[in-house]
């Protein structure tokens, strides 16, 4: 069984830093693309972060220059560097991957449980 498990979330005063981590565990052939998402209270989820296997990054407009992601593909492992946090940054942070699974011929999507960050004013 494929597994994400995150972790590193927690209470920050605003203008402080966190690192999230998300490490994918089990059989696991190859992994595409891994991705942050960000579910604030009462709105819906949304793509905060990616990277390619090849190391490529995309962010969302309001933390670039801010939340650096990053991967270890060794350690099927991605990372979420927060800077800066602000209020609004408070929701879960869900981490997700598109791999293939071993003995299986097809990428699919699969969803960390959930890491909750919280910023204080």
């Known amino acids: 069984q494929v597994q994400l498990v995150e972790s590193g979330g927690g209470l920050v005063q605003a203008g402080g830093s966190l690192r999230l981590s998300c490490a994918a565990s089990?059989?696991?052939?190859?992994?595409?693309?891994m991705d942050w998402y960000h579910q604030a209270p009462g709105k819906q989820r949304e793509v905060v972060a990616t990277?390619?296997?090849?190391?490529?990054?995309r962010y969302a407009d309001s933390v670039k220059g801010r939340f650096t992601i990053s991967r270890d593909n060794a350690k099927n492992t991605v990372y979420l560097q927060m800077n800066s946090l602000k209020p609004e940054d408070t929701g879960v942070y869900y981490c997700?991957?598109?791999?293939?699974?071993?003995?299986?011929?097809?990428?699919?999507?699969?969803w960390g449980q959930g890491t909750q960050v919280t910023v204080s004013s």
């Open positions: 997700n991957a598109v791999l293939r699974p071993s003995g299986s011929d097809y990428y699919t999507s699969y």
């Open positions: 089990g059989s696991i052939f190859s992994i595409k693309d």
């Open positions: 990277i390619t296997r090849g190391g490529g990054t």
